[in-house]
């Protein structure tokens, strides 16, 4: 009779449903925190609306149903907060921050799970790399508080400016794109500092912490001695995010040149630009009112939004790092090179097979998604307004699964069953990528055959 060994009988330990059921949890948490009568200024939240928000704040999306800052009182919004730092960092690095403190170490199975929500760092690097990053977190979002402080204070009581900078500040670095001001910074178009300040915080959010760590200059902050090169990875961050930034800007200024940057200053119209350019790809603060946008910035920003932030950051999307492998591939072949390549080196082909799954992951979920908006929010009648509304379905839709947070008004007026939609493509959009790229990068098992070839004719 056949049995099964012990190893079958055994499931296997999968890292990324530790990370799942860590979201789940702390979404569930702050859904009933967020219906807590405590939580609102008027009546309670209904349960879509608070599930809704609690989902948004822990994937550090933005996208909100209704205002945070005067709907929220000072209890539901440090719970949004603590929401947004907890799901910007991930839980499991907070977890594995308290063992450590309190002298416990690691084991496999919680290294595997670092691992994979900080984009597979070596287990060798863990320690060191777990401490980093809430210092570095700690750090950057204090200056980037004291900064806005100095500007809050000269126009708000002491205590609220503290309360709004550290807010805007958290926010801000982890991408969450979560504001109290209920026109986001549109009042702030032209400020020079609180631009500078937010700009930087959401870069340096977005960059991914191994990418930071691997520079030489904060290299030096997690103990490392000895100078080196900086790695495939990093060039590939830096150079993408640098394009985007810059390639967003002046398409940006040209599309909304005589739309809603007439008659401002050069130098604003200028900051305006690279403040959307920059928060398009995962922060979700906005300067200029998105609903007024003309139809090819929308475009733009969906494109942003799609390519996102980088591995291991607080930002979403399909990562700046497989948006470079897919150039790189698109170049290889038109070249007619068989090895992808950036900076003279090739990317293994597992690695290429994985940017195209997660792209193609991404793509089909805004597919079906906007198509369902499509059909829940009245789209079944026959209407030049109905089809005026697929692109602001396409750009909720993809806001969400970037985990952007930018919206050009549709979501607050959602039906509930939209607004679930909107919810699971937030989560997907966070957790969603990260679990394919562990699933389609590791082997489970090898078999011991393989079937036979045969071609198939694409293209």
Known sequence: MYRKSADQKKPSFHPSGTILLSFLGAIFIGWILLSLPQA??????????????????????GLIV??????????????????IQLGGLGIMTFSSFFLIV???????????VIQQSLSQVPHKDMFRLVKYVLRFTLVTETIGALLLYSKFVHIYSPAKAAYYAIFHAVSAFCNAGFSLYKTSFVAYQGDVMINAVMTALIILGGLGFFALADVKLLGRLTGSRTARKLSLHTKTVFTVTG?????GTLLVLALEWQNRLVGKPIAVKLLTS???SVTARTAGFNTLSTGELTNPT???????????ASPGSTGGGIKTSTFGILVALMVARLKGRRNVELFHRTIPLAIVA??????????????????????????????????GRFLEFLFETTSAFGTVGLSTGVTPNLSHLGKILISITVFVGRVGPLTLALA???????????????NVMVG
């Open 40 to 61: 609102s200024t008027k009546s309670p939240l209904s349960l879509t609306d608070s599930l809704f928000t609690a989902t948004s704040a822990t994937c550090v999306t």
């Open 66 to 83: 209704v205002d945070t800052g005067s709907r929220f009182t000072i209890f539901g919004q440090v719970v949004i907060l603590a929401l």
């Open 102 to 112: 309190m002298g416990r170490g690691l084991s496999i199975k919680h290294r595997l």
């Open 243 to 247: 394009v985007l930034i810059v390639v």
């Open 274 to 276: 690279f403040f959307q």
């Open 298 to 308: 929308l475009f733009l920003l969906i494109m942003l939004m799609f390519i996102g």
């Open 354 to 387: 994985t940017a195209i799954s997660v792209t193609a992951m991404a793509l089909i979920t805004i597919a079906v998604i906007t198509m369902a908006l499509s059909v829940t929010e009245g789209g079944m009648v026959h209407s030049q307004l109905g089809r």
């Open 440 to 454: 389609v990068g590791q082997r489970v098992g090898q078999r011991r055959f393989e079937y036979p070839e045969e």
